[in-house]
């Protein structure tokens, strides 16, 4: 490896069976002209992860005790020696070239200060996705909406310059959802972001129903403890529900423009996963407003993760 790196690559690690997989989609870039080190951050497994790392060359592990991939991605980001810093998860697969699209499109758009990649699903049959599948590949990873709309990009595929992730400063700790904060933090100092649909990686979909729900309890409780205290927030969020409960129906017409669907099946499923979805959301969001337990379902999370 070059004693210069041009990119650090960044993995928060926890419990993950596929952290293979997602090195040697990294190793693989080695040959296209951008040196990069590679830095995996334990985050509390069960086991290190030395096995998988020592079947990568010239990886670095690292071991952050206290809980969160916030906190992880910060000692990755204080360790790492190149002036580009480029995050992904720890179960993804990186698209051919991730790393060399990064690094260029940094050094060919110097006004741009990090950036938003696309995030696709990896079904374990691309032939026949399931429903959940067929849902998540529409709507769990909109990173250019997170861009262009609200000005934050999801750490499972971004990149940032060094200097401005130091100005920035770190990534909040569990309780926050960290990447929608640090970008719109990023983006009120005045730092500009981009999408770089070419920067695209591959991440496994929820398995059941059941998981998905468990995530979407986390931004649900997170969502309503930023809201609550506000001016009108209550009845905001009341309203807000209601809406959810109501925006299905919506739903239909953008599926069948959706790119990101195929043939008659994906799209059925889709409507009927988003369905259920969007109902279960507005239950949990009113159950919220009426027993107001945000930190409860936040730790009930973060306990069922760890």
């Known amino acids: 490896m070059d004693d210069r790196p041009l990119v650090s690559v960044i993995l928060p690690h926890l419990n993950e069976p596929d952290l293979l997989t997602c090195l040697r989609s990294l190793d693989g870039q080695r040959g296209d002209g951008v ?117 934050f990009a999801a750490t499972g595929n971004m990149a940032v310059r060094a200097s401005v992730f130091r100005a920035v400063g770190p990534f909040g700790g569990i309780g926050t959802m960290e990447d929608t904060e640090w970008g719109q933090r990023a983006t009120g100092m005045g730092f500009h972001i981009a999408y770089v649909p070419e920067a695209r990686v591959y991440t496994p979909s929820c398995r059941s129903f059941a998981e998905l729900a468990r995530r979407w309890d986390r931004h649900v409780a997170h969502e309503f403890a930023d809201i609550r205290d506000k001016p009108l927030g209550m009845a ?33 499923l889709a ?29 009930m999370w973060n306990r069922e993760n760890r």
């Open 236 to 268: 905001r969020w009341v309203a807000k529900s209601v809406a959810m409960a109501a925006s299905p129906a919506a739903e239909a017409i953008k599926l069948m423009r959706s790119d990101r669907v195929d043939g008659w099946r994906e799209r059925l």
């Open 35 to 151: 040196p990069f080190e590679i830095i995996v951050v334990d985050n509390g497994s069960r086991e290190l992860p030395e096995t998988a790392v020592s079947l990568v060359s010239e990886v670095r592990l690292l071991k952050q005790p206290t809980p969160g991939p916030g906190p992880a991605r910060n000692l990755g980001a204080s360790e790492a020696r190149a002036p580009i810093l480029a995050f992904v998860d720890a179960d993804c697969v990186a698209s051919p070239n991730w790393v060399a699209t990064i690094y260029r499109y940094f050094d060919e758009h110097p006004d741009i200060d990090f950036i938003g990649g696309d995030i696709r699903i990896r079904p374990a049959d691309a032939s026949r996705l399931t429903a959940v599948e067929a849902y998540e590949n529409v709507y769990s990873y909109r990173a250019r909406i997170y861009v262009e709309r609200h000005g």
């Open 271 to 299: 409507l009927g996963c988003v369905t259920r979805v969007r109902l279960y959301r507005a239950r949990r969001m009113l159950g919220l407003a009426l027993h107001d337990d945000a930190a409860g379902m936040v730790d």
